[in-house]
């Protein structure tokens, strides 16, 4: 791990080390070969990588993908200390939550900026999908209440002529009986 982001070129030393720490790299871990490392920290090598690399914007596509919550937690400090620009497409909320200061929201087949967090943004605005899927739900929900009324209906006539014909052969064994103690 140390040789692929010290491979960036012009690092300290304890940059190198300090960016480790941040992204969960301690002790012998810095040492594994980059082949042995799961999806999670192959992820957090390339970030990294990245955040070393002298830049002023940094673009993430899905960065919580493949990282378990310590990982995130961890991700999400070092892109909170970054000093240049997150250009972050991301279903995480939380993560969202945190870092967006501006959005370029897709939606509805429009594209609109928004000078606003994403906690802002959900309590002022939201997601228009969100309201059509709560009647979406709701009728859903009509659906399958009418559904599993019509079910429990039919399992109870089920009940009720199973009942019927376990009566009928009771009487026909009652019949019998009188017919051979009548003799």
Known sequence: ????????????????????GSLLFSGETVKKQIKNLSGGEKSRVCLAKAMLTPCHILMLDEPTNHLDMESCFALLECLQNFAGTLVIVSHDEYFLSELATRLVV????KIAVKDKTYTEFLAQEGWTFEDNLEKKTEKISDHKQAFLEKKE???RIRQLQTEQKNCEKRIEQIGKEQEKNAF
């Open 106 to 109: 897709f939606e509805n087949g």
């Open 153 to 155: 209906k039919e399992k």
């Open 1 to 20: 791990i140390l040789e692929e982001i010290f491979s960036v070129g012009n690092v300290s030393e304890q940059e190198v080390r300090n960016i480790c």
